[in-house]
């Protein structure tokens, strides 16, 4: 089915560990995003890549770095995790630099930092 | 700056019953509102927009008008099912980058 992967669903990691959350979109989307969801404040934007080889910070950018590897595949890297990192994180895409064409969101990685 | 603000759940229905979340936004200029739901487990999906004043975005049921005048998306639905038990966020984009801003989410809990 045609959508938003991401990769892993879940993961455990230690303080100063590094990882990679990786997103895949099979929609041809110009636009992809990365959202952290925490509890009572809703989705907030880390990063975006408007189109292929463009990415900009969205409201809480620090502690991550992304790429966009092609059109289909946008990552984003812990360098050095921390607890405040914990949290769901999801990968959307959208057609064209607007959003009311709708987002379509992957199913989310639950990452706990300890 | 440009935000969102929806009522705090969570709100508790018993099945068949009148359904609002109130949303209200602060943006500039002519933003588009969206509404978005998600189910346990899983990722957002789009449930209803509108893009300028006055609309009425609407699908399966719930409806929202655009009211510019009192800077409100208020999501309505006459009769809720247990299906519709989620997580609803209210969001808004000046297209900027086709950005999103979400609101904290309303959890809806209905009972049969």
């Known amino acids: 089915n045609a959508g938003v992967t991401q990769t892993p669903k879940f993961q455990v990691l230690k303080t100063g560990q590094s990882m990679t959350l990786q997103c895949a979109q099979d929609?041809?989307?110009?636009?992809m995003y990365w959202y952290r969801q925490d509890p009572g404040m809703g989705l907030r934007l880390i990063y975006y890549?408007?189109?292929?080889?463009?990415?900009d910070k969205g409201e809480v950018p620090n502690g991550y770095n992304v790429s966009r590897l092609n059109k289909r595949e946008f990552s984003l890297r812990l360098e050095s995790a921390a607890p405040s990192q914990t949290s769901v994180y999801f990968c959307?895409?959208?057609?064209?630099?607007?959003?009311?064409?709708?987002?379509?969101f992957g199913s989310g990685t639950r990452l706990t930092v300890v | 700056g440009n935000s969102v603000t929806q009522m705090e759940g969570p709100v508790t229905l018993s099945e068949e019953a009148f359904l609002t979340i109130n949303c209200t936004y602060t943006?500039?200029?002519?933003?588009?509102l969206f509404w978005y739901v998600q189910y346990p487990g899983e990722g957002l999906q789009l449930l209803l927009k509108?893009?300028?004043?006055?609309d009425k975005g609407s699908n399966k049921g719930f409806e929202a008008t655009y009211r510019k005048e009192t800077t409100s998306f208020h999501l309505e639905k006459g009769s809720v099912q247990v299906s519709d038990s989620a997580v609803y966020f209210c969001?808004?984009?000046?297209?900027?980058?086709?950005?999103?801003?979400f609101g904290q989410g309303t959890e809806l809990s209905v009972k049969p």
């Open positions: 890549s408007a189109s292929e080889g463009t990415t």
């Open positions: 959307a895409s959208s057609e064209g630099g607007s959003a009311n064409y709708g987002y379509t």
């Open positions: 929609m041809n989307h110009n636009s």
């Open positions: 943006a500039t200029g002519y933003p588009s």
């Open positions: 509108a893009t300028k004043a006055d």
């Open positions: 969001a808004l984009s000046r297209n900027q980058g086709g950005k999103l801003i």
